[in-house]
T-cell receptor, first 115, second 111 residues
């Protein structure tokens, strides 16, 4: 597709379960980002990939959160032992490169609900 | 209609009028700024961007103004249409890659 694709679009799971969220960036984009948006809030930076490496993981809320990117393309964000406070919309973005003049383009997110 | 001052969370505007959305940013070293539009259930959609070496940039029906002296951005939408109803976020590019988002302004267009 032409845009950033995320799956699933919605995920409901029980507290304590692990979840895996997927992001397929725009073809050719080298930079990939994960953000989290809680209800009615702005976006909170989680992690950034340049190629397959993650130079900045500083936004990950706890060690239950991890992410990887393989082949310089698809990325997965994994949350282990989910908690109710993990409920949010998880948004992925990609850009051709980093820096000024390189806007990030977002997918429609995965809406995660922890029961 | 205008969100007067630094930031108001909501803006109601008559269809056909011009809208002005204001945003304050935090880091005087930021060199790149982006406006996004977010509709319900969707991800943020890129509208327009501006680099710090510019004061003004125009797109289709939108204009972004940057005042570095007071660290202020504004987005002007000409002839506002019902399809412009959404939440609008300004974002500053921190550390060359990390976007820091403002609180967002909900724009409602009255018919």
């Amino acid at each position: 597709g032409a845009g950033v694709s995320q799956s699933p679009s919605n995920k409901v799971t029980e507290k304590g379960k692990d979840v895996e969220l997927r992001c397929d960036p725009i073809s050719g984009h080298t930079a990939l980002y994960w953000y989290r948006q809680s209800l009615g809030q702005g976006l909170e930076f989680l992690i950034y990939f340049q190629g397959n490496s993650a130079p900045d993981k500083s936004g990950l809320p706890s060690d239950r959160f991890s992410a990887e990117r393989t082949g310089g393309s698809v990325s997965t964000l994994t949350i282990q032992r989910t908690q109710q406070e993990d409920s949010a919309v998880y948004l992925c973005a990609s850009s051709l490169m980093t820096g000024e003049g390189q806007p990030q383009h977002f997918g429609d997110g995965t809406r995660l609900s922890i029961l | 209609g205008e969100s007067v001052g630094l930031h108001l969370p909501t803006l109601s505007v008559q269809e056909g009028d011009n809208s002005i959305i204001n945003c304050a940013y935090s880091n005087s070293a930021s060199d790149y700024f982006i406006w996004y539009k977010q509709e319900s259930g969707k991800g943020p959609q890129f509208i327009i961007d501006i680099r710090s070496n510019m004061d003004k940039r125009q797109g289709q029906r939108v204009t972004v103004l940057l005042n570095k002296t007071v660290k202020h951005l504004s987005l002007q939408i000409a002839a506002t249409q019902p399809g412009d109803s959404a939440v609008y976020f300004c974002a500053e590019n921190m550390d060359d890659y990390k976007l820091s988002f403002g609180a967002g302004t909900t724009v409602t267009v009255r018919a």
